[in-house]
T-cell receptor, first 113, second 115 residues
Framework: GNSVTQMEGPVTLSEEAFLTINCTYT??????LFWYVQYPGEGLQLLLK?????DKGSNKGFEATYRKETTSFHLEKGSVQVSDSAVYFCALRGPGTASKLTFGTGTRLQVTL | DTGVSQDPRHKITKRGQNVTFRCDPI?????LYWYRQTLGQGPEFLTY????????KSRLLSDRFSAERPKGSFSTLEIQRTEQGDSAMYLC?????????????FGPGTRLTVL
């Protein structure tokens, strides 16, 4: 079945540092890939997505590229801010008619001044 | 539209009691999903509806769990004879039916604590 593996957290960075959160997946065919973010006390929000190989999703300075050869979708940001502190979830949705999302375990990011 | 809403936000119950949660999706969304999230884990799919039809159920959804969406709008998730292992955050999401790439919008969740 489908599965998503994320790097374990927490990840603690100083403001303006470079961020990478690794995500790899297992799926048949060509899934769609997502990053969701959960800010403290709030619901899950879609951060970015990519629907086919080599697509790059981007939003709010975050980027992730769909790499089919390495089955990866790593999240990056060049300069993090304190306001980026949150839990980040990598997820996939299988091809075809499947609608459900399969999530990774989440990575907590804490950014300090 | 204020997004997906869930009620209650928190529920504390004693083992063996029944509980019911409600989800109101975004009004024009015809797909509705339920997920469960335990501490330190990502959300796990439970079930989903297209309009009033329940199209898929996870093996996580035991016989004690039932979900309905009677008029294709709001949905309820009932847990009978709750167990301590049912303690979790129950998330609802909704999306439009326009091909396979539609964003799922999540509600704030209902946190269930079973004592």
């Amino acid at each position: 079945g489908n599965s998503v593996t994320q790097m374990e957290g927490p990840v603690t960075l100083s403001e303006e540092a470079f961020l990478t959160i690794n995500c790899t997946y297992t799926a048949t065919g060509y899934p769609s890939l997502f990053w969701y973010v959960q800010y403290p006390g709030e619901g899950l929000q879609l951060l970015l997505k990519a629907t086919k190989a080599d697509d790059k999703g981007s939003n709010k300075g975050f980027e992730a590229t769909y790499r089919k050869e390495t089955t990866s979708f790593h999240l990056e940001k060049g300069s993090v801010q304190v306001s980026d502190s949150a839990v980040y979830f990598c997820a996939l949705r299988g091809p075809g008619t499947a609608s459900k999302l399969t999530f990774g375990t989440g990575t907590r990011l804490q950014v300090t001044l | 539209d204020t997004g997906v809403s869930q009620d209650p936000r928190h529920k504390i119950t004693k083992r063996g009691q029944n509980v019911t949660f409600r989800c109101d999706p975004i009004s024009e969304h015809n797909r509705l999903y339920w997920y469960r999230q335990t501490l330190g884990q990502g959300p796990e799919f439970l079930t989903y509806f297209q309009n009033e039809a329940q199209l898929e159920k996870s093996r996580l959804l035991s016989d004690r769990f039932s979900a309905e969406r009677p008029k294709g709008s709001f949905s309820t998730l009932e847990i009978q004879r709750t167990e301590q292992g049912d303690s979790a955050m129950y998330l609802c999401a909704s999306s439009q039916d326009r091909g396979p790439y539609n964003e799922q919008f999540f509600g704030p969740g209902t946190r269930l604590t079973v004592l």
